[in-house]
């Protein structure tokens, strides 16, 4: 069974005592095992697995970045327009006559 951050659970003991097996014992089993020929292509072929099993979140996912990416656009387009020729922003009015403050970044949490 796969469990996430702690490989695939071991049927039965083993030498080492049963436990997961990790992500580079599961690669390396698949290419001593001679399932696939090298690393590179047991971990592809790995990946391609999880993705096939989980294609549902995938989806979602991808929806998600679809729109994230469109709002970046619309983002980077207001931007633009509100730019002078100079590439700088002109002050706002807002800000001057209701005393607003300017946004800044908060910084990062530990």
């Given at each position: 069974?796969?469990?996430?951050?702690?490989?695939?659970?071991?049927?039965?003991?083993?030498?080492?005592?049963?436990?997961?097996?990790?992500?580079?014992?599961?690669?390396?089993i698949l290419v001593?095992?001679?399932?696939?020929?090298?690393?590179?292509?047991?971990?592809?072929?790995?990946?391609?697995?999880?993705?096939?099993?989980?294609?549902?979140?995938?989806?979602?996912?991808?929806?998600?970045?679809?729109?994230?990416?469109?709002?970046?656009?619309?983002?980077?387009?207001?931007?633009?327009?509100?730019?002078?020729?100079?590439?700088?922003?002109?002050?706002?009015?807002?800000?001057?006559?209701?005393?607003?403050?300017?946004?800044?970044?908060?910084?990062?949490?530990?």
């Open positions: 069974m796969l469990v996430p951050d702690q490989g695939i659970e071991r049927q039965g003991g083993s030498a080492t005592g049963g436990g997961a097996v990790s992500s580079l014992e599961a690669v390396d001593e095992s001679g399932v696939r020929a090298t690393r590179s292509d047991a971990a592809a072929w790995l990946i391609h697995a999880g993705i096939e099993a989980n294609t549902a979140m995938f989806t979602s996912v991808y929806e998600t970045v679809v729109e994230i990416r469109r709002l970046r656009e619309v983002a980077c387009n207001q931007a633009q327009q509100a730019m002078r020729p100079d590439g700088a922003f002109p002050a706002s009015k807002l800000s001057r006559d209701e005393g607003a403050q300017p946004i800044r970044p908060e910084p990062p949490r530990p």
